[in-house]
Structure formats: structure tokens, C-alpha cells
């Protein structure tokens, strides 16, 4: 399955192994998911290690670590759609931390609709009861 119809297509291919590639990026990490402040939308999940969080609370701004690229990433550095933090939470268990975000760019995810704009957040498409995908909040177009 190509990078597009992966991001773009009606098929469901969850990624099961994720987690697994990420026990094995060779670096400590947690959860670390970014959330709209004032809408309570999910925009991203990813992932933080140290460096990333200290990263965040020096620069204000959702920091994550790539585990696929494994280097830091300051989401918005390289599109300019930066995360402004407002607020950094930890759950009960502190192996996880939401980041509480106000969006200063055009959107948070990486991929882009048809105007090529980035999309508000990475959770454009819902599943549904067939198993396959549909677009939803005008993410298509």
C-alpha cells in the first residue's frame, strides 16, 4: 500500500505492529498526544522522550520524537504550522502526557486536502461498519 492510498484512501489498514517498531526505535519514549485547547479536538498522537519534553516546555511549542526518523521534531519547524502549548497534562499512570495546543498555522497534520492545504488534524476519517473509510468534516476537499 502506497504512502497515498494509505493517507487518502476508503481502505482500513491499521498499523497492529506500531507500538512493536516503537519498543524497538531504541529510544525511551511515551505517548504524547496534542489536543485543540478550545475545541477538545485530537490533532495528533506521537510520541516524547526526554528531550522532547524538555524541549517543549523551553520552546512552548509540541515537541514529539520521531521514532521513525529518530530525531526530535518540533511540529511546524520545517511546514510552519506550529502547536503553541497551552498547558502540558500527565495521565495517573505518568506514562503518557497531553499536550494542550492553540494551532498557529493552517492545520497540524501532515497531509493536505485537495486545495492543498494541511488538514486541522490527522483524524479525518471515520471507520465505518463495513470496515471501510469516509471522510468526514469536509477533510476530502
Known amino acids: 500500500m502506497t504512502h497515498e492510498e494509505l493517507e487518502e484512501g476508503k481502505v482500513l489498514n491499521l498499523d497492529f505492529a506500531k507500538l512493536r517498531k516503537v519498543a524497538n526505535c531504541g529510544s525511551d519514549v511515551l505517548p504524547a498526544l496534542a489536543q485543540d485547547a478550545s475545541t477538545g479536538e485530537v490533532l495528533i498522537v506521537g510520541y516524547a522522550n526526554e528531550l522532547a519534553l524538555q524541549t517543549a516546555l523551553e520552546c512552548g511549542m509540541a515537541t514529539f520524537w520521531s521514532t521513525s526518523r529518530n530525531e526530535l521534531w518540533i511540529k511546524g519547524k520545517t511546514s510552519g504550522d506550529?502547536?503553541?502549548?497551552?498547558?502540558?497534562?500527565?495521565?495517573?499512570?505518568?506514562?503518557?502526557?497531553?499536550?494542550?495546543?492553540?494551532?498557529?498555522?493552517?492545520?497540524?497534520?501532515?497531509?493536505?486536502?485537495?486545495?492543498?492545504?494541511?488538514?486541522?488534524?490527522?483524524?479525518?476519517?471515520?471507520?465505518?461498519?463495513?470496515?471501510?473509510?469516509e471522510f468526514v468534516n469536509g477533510a476530502q476537499t
Do not use: M
Open 82 to 133: 506550529y502547536l503553541k502549548i497551552e498547558g502540558i497534562y500527565v495521565n495517573c499512570e505518568q506514562n503518557s502526557i497531553l499536550y494542550k495546543v492553540t494551532p498557529a498555522g493552517k492545520g497540524a497534520c501532515h497531509t493536505k486536502n485537495q486545495e492543498g492545504i494541511a488538514r486541522a488534524g490527522c483524524y479525518y476519517r471515520r471507520i465505518k461498519k463495513d470496515g471501510s473509510l
